[in-house]
C-alpha cells in the first residue's frame, strides 16, 4: 500500500484503502472514502464516507454496512462514523477532496428514535451521562454523538459495573447504537430485556390494586 495511505489508530498501523475496498465492495456503495478526524478529546477516529446506489438508497442501511464491514475488517478498522453523502466534494482537478468532507454532528432532534426496551433505555441512559448529551436515540452512533475511543472504554467500565457483561471496547465499534448494543448484551451475554410499550418506562411499573 501507499505509505500516505497509512495511518496510526489507537497503536495500530492502518491502511485506508482497505477500508475503502471493504466499503465499496458492498453491495449498494457506489464510491466511499476513509479519513481521519481528531474528536474534542484529541483521540484520531476514522471516518467512511460513502455514495450509494439512488435505486437502492430507501432501503439502504448505515447499520447493516456496519455489520459487513466488521465481517470484513478487524473491529479497529471499522469507521467509528459512517456517513451518507449525495455527492462528494471535489477539488478544481477532479480528486475526492477531503478537507471539505463534513465532519460528523451530533444527534438531532428531528431524527430521534425513542429505545424501545428496558436495556435500551439503560444504555441510552449511559450513553447521555458519559457525553453529556441531552437527547440520544436508540439509533444513534456513540461516536456520531461526541464519543472517544477513550469514553468508549469508560463505557465499558460502565457496562461491566452496572450490568456485570465482560463487554470489551471492539464491541462498542461493532455495535455502536444503544439497539445494537442491547441486542448484543441479550443475544451474546444473556440478559433479559423487557419491551416497552407505548407509556415507556411508565408502561413497567404497576399500579397500586385497590384494597
Do not use: C, W
Not at 48 to 73: N, Q
Not at 83 to 94: A, C, K, S, Y
Not at 99 to 121: C, G, H, R
Request: proline fraction near 7%.
Amino acid at each position: 500500500g501507499r505509505i500516505d495511505g497509512q495511518v496510526k489508530i489507537r497503536g495500530r498501523r492502518v491502511e485506508l484503502g482497505e477500508i475503502e475496498s471493504a466499503m465499496a465492495g458492498v453491495p449498494g456503495v457506489l464510491q466511499s472514502v476513509v479519513t481521519v478526524l481528531t474528536d474534542p478529546a484529541g483521540q484520531k477516529q476514522l471516518v467512511g464516507y460513502l455514495r450509494v446506489d439512488p435505486a437502492v438508497a430507501d432501503s439502504f442501511s448505515v447499520a447493516d454496512l456496519r455489520t459487513e464491514l466488521g465481517l470484513l475488517l478487524p473491529a479497529y478498522m471499522v469507521p467509528a462514523s459512517l456517513i451518507v453523502l449525495d455527492r462528494f466534494p471535489l477539488t478544481h482537478n477532479g480528486k475526492i477532496d477531503k478537507a471539505a468532507l463534513p465532519a460528523p454532528d451530533a444527534v438531532s432532534v428531528e431524527n430521534y428514535v425513542a429505545p424501545s426496551t428496558l436495556i435500551e433505555t439503560v444504555v441510552v441512559d449511559m450513553y447521555a451521562t458519559l457525553l453529556n448529551q441531552e437527547v440520544v436515540g436508540a439509533d444513534d452512533s456513540f461516536f456520531d454523538v461526541g464519543g472517544s475511543s477513550l469514553q468508549a472504554m469508560q463505557l465499558v467500565t460502565r457496562l461491566r459495573n452496572d450490568l456485570a457483561v465482560d463487554v470489551d471496547v471492539p464491541a462498542i465499534f461493532l455495535a455502536p447504537t444503544p439497539r445494537q448494543l442491547a441486542a448484543l448484551l441479550r443475544d451474546k451475554y444473556g440478559l433479559e430485556d423487557v419491551e416497552l410499550g407505548e407509556e415507556g418506562l411508565d408502561g413497567l411499573i404497576e399500579e397500586p390494586q385497590p384494597s
